[in-house]
C-alpha cells in the first residue's frame, strides 16, 4: 500500500500546540504536529489575523482577545498594556514616545542615549503616534526591537510628566517606611553639646527661589574698619545624618536633590531637609558659620569657622529682596536687618569685582519655568535676576572657596569642584562662529582671555545674545568633583569646592564631614578617604542625571504651550547649523527647533561651520541670524519642534518656504 501523507496542519493545532507552550521555531512546530504541509502558509494567515506573533525565528500564539481590548482603548490614561516577554538577549525597560519617521513605527528614548536611538515597534497596542510608553528592548544583534508594556496617553499633568521622567532617568522617589521613622527620630535628638558658638543675635536671612522648601544656608554681614564682615551659616545637616547611618546611605545613593516644577525628590527625608535641617525664619537651628574679612577690593583678609547655633530673622524670596535693596524697606523689616542687607549687597558688589578682575567668565542665560494652573501649564516665562541673585552666588562662592582653603593639604581627601577648560578642538569651532560675526578671538594658547572677551562680545549681539552665550558654555567642559584638585576655569580659581548646600548636595556633606573633624582635631575613616575617588565619579553621575530630568520635564511643559499655537509665526535665533537644515531658538520660550532643509527654497545646500549657504542662489543663515518661522508641529514629551522659515525680520535677504 502507498504510505498515508500526514494531514494538513489546521488553525486548531497550531493553537493547542502553541498557546500553552514557550515560542518554537518552524521546525519544532513541524516536528512535533508530524506535518509540514501547509504550516507556513497556516502560520502566515494566523499571522495576519493577529493571532500568531513572529520574532527571531519564532512563532508564538496571542489571545486576540486581548489584543482586541487594546486596540480602541475607552480611556487614553496611564494603562497597563498585555504583552509577551522579549526573544533573545536580556530585555530592559526605557520610557519612550512612539513615532513614524517613515512607514515603520518607532520609539524614541525619552532620556536621550548615545547606545540607543531608536527601536523598532512591531506592535501598537492601541498606543498612537506622540503616546509616552514603557518599552520592554532586546539590544542584541540587528535593529533593537521591543514591546509596549506600560502607556501614558495624550495631554499629562505636571505630576504625571514628573513620574514619567523620573521613571525614565532612573530616579527612585520612594522611600523605605524605616527611613522615615529614622529621620524622624534624627529630628528629635538633642540640639547639640554645650561649646558651640550662640549667634542667634546675628541678623541672618534666607534669600531664595519662589517655590524653595529646604534652605541651606543664610546670610549676613556688618561693616567693618577698611571693609566688611561677612557671614555665611550652612546648615549642620550631619550631626543628623551620621557617616554610615541608613539614611547616609541613601543621600549617598541618591547623590543630591532633584527638583522639578511641581515637586522635589529630596536626598534626605523631608523631616530633614524641611525640617530639623532647614535653617528656617525664627527658628533655632545648628549650623556651620564661616566668618569672613572682606577688604574694600573684594579680597578675602582672612576667615574662620565655628559650629553655632543660629536663628533666621526672615526667609525672603529673590524678588522681596531685590526690591528691599532698591527700595531700602519692607514690611517686617527691622532696621538691624535691613543695615546687614546693605552691608551684604556692599560686601558682594566687591567680591564681584574681584572675581572679574582675576578674569572669571561671566554668563547669564535665561531661566525659563512653566506657570501651573491645575496641574497644567498655561504659559512659559523667563525668571528675571536681580542684584540678590549676585549676592547669594558671591557668598556662596566666597565661602566654598574658604572653605577649600581649609581642607587643602590636610590628611583628609575633599572633594573638589573641578572645572577643566575646554579642549583645543571645541575652541577652534567656537572661534570659527565668532569670526563669522566679526568677532575675532585669540589664539588657544590664551584660552582665558579669549572667553573673557568672547562673554563681553556676546553681550554686543543684541537679541542672539544668549545663542552665543549657549555656545560658550557648550564649548567649555562640564564641570565635576574629585578628590584630586585641577583648578576651576570658569570662575578663575585655583582650588574650589562645594560646602554650602549638605541638605541637596551630597559632595557638600561629605565636606561637612571633613572640616568638622579638622576643626576638632579628629580624623576620618582611612576607608572613606579612600573611597573618594569613586563617590566623586557617582556624585558627578547623579548631578547628570537629576539635570537631565529636570531639563526634560521643563521642556515637556513648556512645549505643551505651544501645542496650541502651531500655525503661528515665532521669532528667534539661528542656533545650530547642521547638513540638513538649521535649529532656531525661539525668544518666548528658550525651546528650540528644527528647520529642515527640504522645507527651504529649493537650492543645493552646503554646511561650512556656523552657516548654511545656498550654492546657487548664495543665500546664506548664519549662527546668531534673527529669524521668523512658523511652527507647524510639536512633539510635547521630547520638545521637538518642527519650524519653516518665513523671513529674516532683522537681517538680509528675505527666506520664503516652499512648504507651509
Known amino acids: 500500500m502507498p504510505r498515508r501523507r500526514p494531514d494538513r496542519a489546521t488553525a486548531d493545532d497550531i493553537k493547542r500546540l502553541l498557546a500553552g507552550s514557550e515560542p518554537l521555531p518552524f521546525g519544532l512546530i513541524a516536528a512535533r504536529l508530524g506535518s509540514g504541509r501547509g504550516l507556513k502558509s497556516a502560520l502566515s494567515d494566523l499571522r495576519d489575523d493577529g493571532r500568531v506573533a513572529y520574532e527571531s525565528g519564532r512563532y508564538a500564539w496571542k489571545d486576540p482577545e486581548a489584543s482586541q481590548s487594546h486596540a480602541e482603548p475607552p480611556s487614553r490614561a496611564h494603562r497597563r498594556v498585555a504583552g509577551r516577554p522579549m526573544l533573545g538577549a536580556k530585555p530592559r525597560a526605557i520610557i519612550c514616545v512612539l513615532r513614524r519617521p517613515r512607514r515603520v513605527l518607532e520609539a524614541v528614548p525619552l532620556i536621550p542615549s548615545k547606545d540607543l536611538r531608536s527601536i523598532r515597534v512591531f506592535e501598537a497596542c492601541g498606543c498612537s503616534v506622540g503616546d509616552v510608553v514603557e518599552m520592554s528592548v532586546a539590544t542584541g544583534t540587528g535593529f533593537p526591537r521591543g514591546r509596549i508594556v506600560d502607556a501614558w496617553c495624550g495631554e499629562l499633568g505636571a505630576d504625571a510628566i514628573s513620574d514619567i521622567v523620573c521613571k525614565a532617568a532612573g530616579i527612585c522617589d520612594r522611600r523605605p517606611g524605616g527611613l522615615t521613622r529614622a529621620a524622624r527620630d534624627a529630628s528629635a535628638l538633642p540640639s547639640a553639646p554645650d561649646g558651640r558658638e550662640d549667634l542667634r543675635n546675628v541678623p541672618f536671612v534666607t534669600i531664595d527661589g519662589d517655590d524653595a522648601r529646604d534652605f541651606d544656608d543664610a546670610v549676613a554681614a556688618r561693616e567693618r574698619s577698611g571693609g566688611w564682615e561677612l557671614l555665611v551659616a550652612v546648615a549642620d545637616v550631619s550631626h543628623y545624618v551620621p557617616s554610615g547611618s541608613d539614611l547616609d546611605t541613601l543621600a549617598r545613593e541618591r547623590g543630591n536633590s532633584t527638583y522639578f516644577p511641581t515637586r522635589a525628590v529630596p536626598m534626605l527625608p523631608e523631616a530633614l531637609s524641611n525640617g530639623i535641617c532647614s535653617l528656617r525664619p525664627r527658628e533655632d537651628r545648628l549650623a556651620v558659620v564661616c566668618t569672613l574679612q572682606v577688604n574694600a577690593r573684594g579680597r578675602i583678609q582672612s576667615f574662620r569657622f565655628e559650629l553655632a547655633r543660629i536663628?533666621?530673622?526672615?526667609?525672603?524670596?529673590?524678588?522681596?529682596?531685590g526690591r528691599l535693596l532698591r527700595l531700602g524697606a519692607g514690611a517686617g523689616i527691622d532696621s538691624a536687618l535691613r543695615s546687614s542687607l546693605t552691608c551684604l549687597h556692599e560686601a558682594t558688589c566687591a567680591l564681584a569685582l574681584a572675581r572679574k578682575a582675576r578674569g572669571a567668565i561671566s554668563l547669564e542665560l535665561p531661566e525659563y519655568k512653566p506657570r501651573l494652573?491645575?496641574?497644567?501649564?498655561?504659559?512659559i516665562h523667563a525668571e528675571p535676576r536681580s542684584e540678590a541673585?549676585?549676592?547669594?552666588?558671591?557668598?556662596?562662592?566666597?565661602?566654598?572657596?574658604?572653605?577649600?582653603?581649609?581642607?587643602e593639604g590636610s590628611p583628609s581627601a575633599p572633594l573638589y569642584r573641578v572645572h577643566p577648560g575646554p579642549s583645543e578642538s571645541d575652541y577652534r569651532e567656537l572661534r570659527s562662529i565668532f569670526l563669522a560675526r566679526n568677532c575675532s578671538l585669540p589664539s588657544h594658547s590664551d584660552m582665558r582671555s579669549a572667553f573673557v572677551q568672547a562673554a563681553q562680545a556676546s553681550e554686543n549681539f543684541g537679541p542672539a545674545n544668549?545663542?552665543?552665550?549657549?555656545?560658550?558654555?557648550?564649548?567649555?567642559?562640564?564641570?565635576?568633583?574629585?578628590?584630586?584638585?585641577?583648578?576651576?576655569?570658569?570662575?578663575?580659581?585655583?582650588?574650589?569646592?562645594?560646602?554650602?548646600?549638605?541638605?541637596?548636595?551630597?559632595?557638600?556633606?561629605?565636606?561637612?564631614r571633613l572640616l568638622k573633624a579638622k576643626l576638632s582635631g579628629k580624623q576620618m575613616s582611612a576607608k572613606l578617604i579612600q573611597q573618594a575617588a569613586s563617590l566623586g565619579w557617582h556624585t558627578s553621575d547623579t548631578e547628570r542625571r537629576s539635570a537631565t530630568a529636570e531639563r526634560v520635564a521643563t521642556r515637556w511643559l513648556a512645549s505643551q504651550t505651544l501645542v496650541a499655537r502651531c500655525g503661528e509665526v515665532l521669532v528667534g535665533a539661528v542656533s545650530g547649523v547642521q547638513p540638513f537644515g538649521v535649529c532656531v531658538q525661539i525668544d518666548d520660550c528658550g525651546l528650540q527647533g528644527l528647520v529642515h532643509r527640504s522645507c527651504l527654497h529649493p537650492d543645493q545646500y552646503i554646511a561650512n561651520g556656523s552657516t548654511l549657504r545656498a550654492a546657487n542662489s548664495g543665500r546664506e543663515l548664519t549662527i546668531g541670524d534673527r529669524v521668523r518661522v512658523k511652527l507647524a508641529n510639536v512633539e510635547p514629551p521630547t520638545a521637538s519642534l518642527d519650524l519653516r522659515l518665513v523671513s529674516h525680520p532683522l537681517?538680509?535677504?528675505a527666506w520664503r518656504s516652499h512648504s507651509n
Request: glycine content about 2%.
Open 466 to 512: 544668549h545663542v552665543f552665550q549657549s555656545l560658550l558654555i557648550k564649548a567649555m567642559q562640564k564641570a565635576e568633583y574629585s578628590p584630586t584638585n585641577a583648578g576651576h576655569f570658569g570662575l578663575a580659581l585655583e582650588r574650589y569646592l562645594h560646602f554650602t548646600s549638605p541638605i541637596r548636595r551630597y559632595p557638600d556633606l561629605y565636606n561637612h
Open 373 to 379: 494652573e491645575d496641574d497644567r501649564p498655561v504659559d
Open 311 to 321: 536663628r533666621s530673622r526672615a526667609r525672603l524670596t529673590y524678588r522681596e529682596a
Open 389 to 407: 541673585h549676585a549676592l547669594i552666588e558671591e557668598a556662596m562662592i566666597a565661602a566654598n572657596v574658604a572653605a577649600a582653603e581649609l581642607l
Open 651 to 653: 537681517t538680509r535677504t
